[in-house]
Each structure stands twice: as structure tokens, then as C-alpha cells.
């Protein structure tokens, strides 16, 4: 399965962006679909994570209320939507799969390709 993101663009601050995770075959109920982020000069951190089975979701304490991941199982795709954005959320996003929860890179195997997230003041 190769991941495939899309959806980045300018938002204004306080706007909203939906960015799409697509995963060219299926996704096993076994998976977990996680986004992460990159700012100029950052690390990449995690930002939010699915549970592709269960549904069962996960986020970081930054985006928390603002922003929802979910998933559409007929569709192999992932859905981060991001509401109330602010300059901290400019990044560019990534999506990931893996086997295993986690909040750093090693706990997912395969990535898609950035998706840039501009927020405009």
C-alpha cells in the first residue's frame, strides 16, 4: 500500500483545511494511519493517529479540540480535519502507516509524500 496525501493549501488563521491520506490498495483493520508535521527548521512531530479497525484516535495536546482524524474504510483513506488554524500549524503534513501505535517515527513504516499547510495572519 502506497499513501498518497493531499489536500494542503493557504489557509487564514482561524480558518480551516481537510487533508486527505489516500491509500492506493487496502488498509488492514490491523493498521494505523497516523499524521506528522514539519515546520522550517523543526523537527517532525506527531500530530494525530487512527486506529484503522477500531476507529480509536489519538492526538497530540497542540492540536487537541481543534483538529480530527478519521478514516473511511471504502475508501482507504485518512481525513485530518483542521479547524481554528493558527501560524504554529504551518508544516508540511505527512502521512503514515504502521502496525503499532506510536508518536515517533519509528512506530510507522510507510509514508506518503508532504502535503504543505500555509496559514496566513
Known amino acids: 500500500v502506497q499513501l498518497q496525501a493531499s489536500g494542503g493549501g493557504l489557509a487564514q488563521a482561524k480558518g480551516s483545511l481537510r487533508l486527505s491520506c489516500a491509500g492506493t490498495?487496502?488498509?488492514?483493520?490491523?493498521?494505523?494511519v497516523g499524521w506528522f508535521r514539519q515546520a522550517p527548521g523543526k523537527e517532525r512531530e506527531f500530530v494525530a493517529a487512527?486506529?484503522?479497525?477500531?476507529?480509536?484516535?489519538y492526538y497530540a495536546d497542540s492540536v487537541r479540540g481543534r483538529f480530527t482524524i478519521s478514516r473511511s474504510s471504502a475508501e482507504n483513506t485518512a481525513y485530518l480535519q483542521m479547524n481554528s488554524l493558527n501560524s504554529d500549524d504551518a508544516a508540511v503534513y505527512y502521512c503514515?502507516?504502521?502496525?503499532?501505535?506510536?508518536?515517533?517515527?519509528?512506530?510507522?513504516?510507510?509514508w506518503g509524500q508532504g502535503t504543505l499547510v500555509t496559514v496566513s495572519s
Open positions: 487512527i486506529r484503522w479497525g477500531s476507529g480509536v484516535r
Open positions: 490498495g487496502r488498509i488492514f483493520s490491523s493498521a494505523v
Open positions: 503514515a502507516m504502521g502496525s503499532e501505535y506510536g508518536t515517533t517515527d519509528k512506530a510507522y513504516k510507510k
